[in-house]
T-cell receptor
């Protein structure tokens, strides 16, 4: 069974600094996608970034970038120049393309607090 | 364009009552998913539709839960004879096709008293 593990329940960072959130996953599949979703206090689920497993280049979206280590099954999120609006719960998620339902499997989340 | 919408946003019901939760996906999205999220946890998959066909219902916890998408657009998740353990946030997501990025609605918070 595929699993996603986020080992940091809570993290804190000073505004304008950089923080890295960890995520590891377990799968025997070779073709899959990885995602980071953000859930602010409003409890919306907002896509932050997506990585295709076949791509060696790490995905970036403005201040957000990932460190994808396929052999280690690791997918960390780096937030640069942290802003107060980054305060949220962050979920790592996995989707296998070998699964006909394309369902997302989520980790338990990391609560990030950005301090002014 | 408009995102995924869900209604109602909040539902309080008494144990034993039936509830119906509605999801209106992004226009043109053929794939639709239902997830359930307990407080402090990540969402868990319930069921998946491709157009009107329910392709996977392996995540539905028991036969009190059912879902439909009769015209390949709006979907309804129905919970019969609700129990307190059904209390959670129910989220709908849609995507252009299977394997595409899923976009989530605001969720329906269900409270069963």
């Amino acid at each position: 069974a595929q699993t996603v593990t986020q080992s940091q329940p809570e993290m804190s960072v000073q505004e304008a600094e950089t923080v890295t959130l960890s995520c590891t996953y377990d799968t025997s599949e070779n073709n899959y996608y990885l995602f980071w979703y953000k859930q602010p206090p409003s409890r919306q689920m907002i896509l932050v970034i997506r990585q295709e497993a076949y791509k060696q280049q790490n995905a970036t979206e403005n201040r957000f970038s990932v460190n994808f280590q396929k052999a280690a099954k690791s997918f960390s999120l780096k937030i640069s120049d942290s802003q107060l609006g980054d305060t949220a719960m962050y979920f790592c998620a996995f989707m296998t393309l070998g699964d006909s339902s394309y369902k997302l499997i989520f980790g338990s989340g990391t609560r990030l607090l950005v301090r002014p | 364009g408009a995102g995924v919408s869900q209604s109602p946003r909040y539902k309080v019901t008494k144990r034993g009552q039936d509830v119906a939760l509605r999801c209106d996906p992004i226009s043109g999205h053929v794939s639709l998913y239902w997830y359930r999220q307990a407080l402090g946890q990540g969402p868990e998959f319930l069921t998946y539709f491709n157009y009107e066909a329910q392709q996977d219902k392996s995540g539905l916890p028991n036969d009190r839960f059912s879902a439909e998408r009769p015209e390949g657009s709006i979907s309804t998740l129905t919970i019969q004879r609700t129990e307190q353990r059904d209390s959670a946030m129910y989220r709908c997501a849609s995507s252009l096709a299977g394997g595409s990025t899923q976009y989530f609605g605001p969720g329906t918070r269900l409270t069963v008293l």
